[in-house]
């Protein structure tokens, strides 16, 4: 069964920096594109970045070059470094694994900017 449990999000002010964490059970981090996501109510989760069994990486355009994503394969886990956060990062923060055709989710992190 595939678990995620996402941590770390939080209040910050702007520009400030937060490191959201992605624990992964049931399935490996080094064989999986794994994804963050992130939604605000009443608005659709958006992709913010991925990262690709063979370590590429994507992102939205509106947080590259402030965001980076990682992972540990020891500890299977899935990192989202924010930098220089804007009030336009607070969301809640997912986690994301696409398996055989199927979507699992952590249960969010909320991280919230103030000005």
């Known amino acids: 069964q595939v678990q995620l449990v996402e941590s770390g999000g939080g209040l910050v002010q702007a520009g400030g920096s937060l490191r959201l964490s992605c624990v992964v059970s049931?399935?490996?981090?080094?064989?999986?594109?794994m994804y963050w996501y992130r939604q605000n109510p009443g608005k659709q989760r958006d992709l913010v970045a991925s990262i690709s069994s063979g370590g590429s990486t994507n992102y939205a355009d509106s947080v590259k070059g402030r965001f980076t994503i990682s992972r540990d394969n020891a500890k299977n886990t899935v990192y989202l470094q924010m930098n220089s956060l804007e009030p336009e990062d607070t969301a809640v923060y997912y986690c994301n694994v696409k398996k055989l055709l199927r979507d699992y989710w952590g249960q969010g992190t909320q991280v919230t900017v103030s000005s």
């Open positions: 049931g399935t490996s981090v080094r064989i999986d594109t």
